[in-house]
């Protein structure tokens, strides 16, 4: 085991120049035109980052393909390098050399702007046999406790251990072992995944999250040479091998930014097209919009459509973990539900404080009473523009769409949610036909 040094240069995470930007401009949207058109949907966030993790597991240069120009993938480009990864960016591809890692220990200031970089946790303590990342905290939308992540680890024979609010993690050899999961996390399957790839003997993750990222992840480190059966199932089953080598991966689309789509062409009543979108990993979703009125049809070039017929009704939601209906779009179908015919019903099941989209919908208009994880919401005849702010990454996301449909002009900061989680996004409404601006916020 080679003795690694800890970096100690303060390394700044975010692009300070372009997270100034967000925060320092607006999107104006005016509302009421239809769309119309073509857009295509880009790679995954949240399979790209894990993927970039899982990097680290092999020593030999990954390329991974389809990756979105996002402000968490150039968070997630700092982790790495900080932890000795070299790492060349072009257009939507990357490729990551992981041979020489110099540190094991993921520095604060970095893990403490993007959870997702606590994903680094397995792969380091797999192929380091030590790993040091600080606890990722809370976010706007809950608390994201890791003890699953942690208790896995510990399962595989690992020693962890949080001190400083850090969980520092030991393993000379991790050992397969049968781990059920509390509750079916995607972050604590995809990190006892990874772990297992380089542990001796079998793993089964019993209760395991099934969502397509997780299937993506096992394919990538399947195409590195890992032996892994049954992701996207309830039951994971990996068996150790000694060591990866290189891959050349292609990143699957995002069912969350087509989703988001799908909404922005419900709310205006349009007809659009989304291209590079994967129609089965909506079904929860695809499923609740023919049943307030929409005509969804997929095509088989990887297309998928969406036809109003004018009107759509009110409907129940419950959010669950996949193959249930996405927590990530219950905000953006709450937008759509505000300007339905009849009364809905949204519960959201997965987060425990994933309703901040609700103060800032009702300021346009919106009639919608909130009980706990539950909001009620009555159908209103039309919302109206008004400054709005976003709180987190789908928050925002919602209030853009509502405000497609709004009459008049709509203000929305907070961008720096949307700018984490949406690559062009404006630009993509805007070869749609929206009538929307960014503008940068004059200092008072
Ligand atoms: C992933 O987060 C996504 N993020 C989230 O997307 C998504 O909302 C979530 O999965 C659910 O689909 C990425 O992939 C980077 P979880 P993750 O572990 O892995 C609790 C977006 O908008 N839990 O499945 O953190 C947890 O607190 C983001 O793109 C524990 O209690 O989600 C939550 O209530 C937001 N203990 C629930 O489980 C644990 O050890 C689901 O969390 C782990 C999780």
Redesign the pocket.
């Known amino acids: 085991m080679n003795t690694l040094k800890t970096v100690s240069s303060p390394v700044s995470i975010v692009d300070q120049p372009a997270l100034a930007k967000s925060q320092s401009s607006i999107l104006e949207i005016w509302g009421g035109t239809p769309l119309e058109g073509k857009v295509k949907i880009s790679g995954a966030?949240?399979s790209a980052?894990?993927l970039m993790a899982g990097a680290l597991l092999c020593s030999e240069p990954c390329r991974l393909q389809n990756v979105p120009s996002l402000a968490d993938i150039q968070g997630m480009t700092r982790i790495l390098e900080s932890l000795g990864v070299k790492i060349k960016q072009s257009i939507d591809t990357l490729e990551l050399d992981p041979t020489n890692l110099t540190s094991t220990d993921a520095p604060y200031e970095l893990v403490s702007k993007l959870?997702?970089s606590f994903f680094a946790i397995g792969p380091l303590l797999a192929r380091m046999g030590v790993a040091k990342v600080p606890l990722p905290g809370g976010c706007a939308?809950?608390?994201?406790?890791?003890?699953?992540?942690?208790r896995g680890l510990k399962q595989l024979g690992a020693q962890v251990y949080i001190e400083h609010g850090v969980v520092h993690a030991y393993a000379s050899q991790l050992k397969g072992a049968k781990i059920y999961l509390d509750?079916?996390?995607?972050?604590?399957t995809?990190t006892l995944m990874m772990a297992a790839t380089l542990a001796e003997g079998e793993t089964i993750l019993d209760n395991a999250?099934q969502?397509p990222?997780v299937i993506d992840l096992a394919n990538f480190c399947r195409s590195m040479g890992a032996k892994i059966s049954g992701a996207g199932t309830k039951t994971i089953t990996i068996s150790g091998v000694p060591n990866l080598h290189a891959t050349d991966y292609d990143i699957v689309p995002d069912r969350?930014e087509a989703g988001t789509f799908l909404m922005a062409g419900a709310i205006t009543h349009s007809d659009i097209l989304l291209e590079s979108v994967v129609p089965e990993h909506l079904s929860a979703v695809t499923a609740k919009l023919k049943e307030v009125g929409f005509q969804l049809t997929p095509d088989a070039n990887r297309g998928l459509r969406i036809q109003s017929k004018g009107v759509h009704t009110g409907t129940e939601i419950e959010t669950l973990?996949?193959p249930g209906f996405?927590?990530?779009l219950q905000s953006l179908f709450m937008a759509l539900l505000t300007l339905s015919q009849g009364s809905s019903v949204v519960t959201e099941t997965?987060?425990?404080n994933r309703l901040g989209h609700v103060p800032e919908l009702v300021r346009m208009g919106a009639d919608i009473k909130v009980k706990g994880n539950v909001a009620v919401i009555q159908g209103v005849p039309f919302l109206s523009g008004a400054p709005v702010t976003g709180t987190?990454?789908?928050a925002t996301a919602a209030l853009a769409v509502a405000a497609l449909a709004a009459n008049g002009k709509t203000s929305i900061s907070g961008l720096q949610h949307l700018d984490r989680?949406y690559a062009n996004f404006e630009q993509k409404l805007r070869d749609l036909g929206a009538r929307i601006e960014r503008v940068p916020t004059v200092e008072a």
Do not use: Q
Not at 144 to 150: A, Y
Not at 183 to 188: F, M
């Open positions: 966030k949240n980052l894990v959870r997702a939308i809950g608390a994201r406790p890791v003890e699953i992540h942690v509750y079916p996390s995607v972050g604590a995809e999250a969502e990222e969350i973990p996949y996405p927590t990530d997965v987060f425990e987190d990454l789908r989680g």
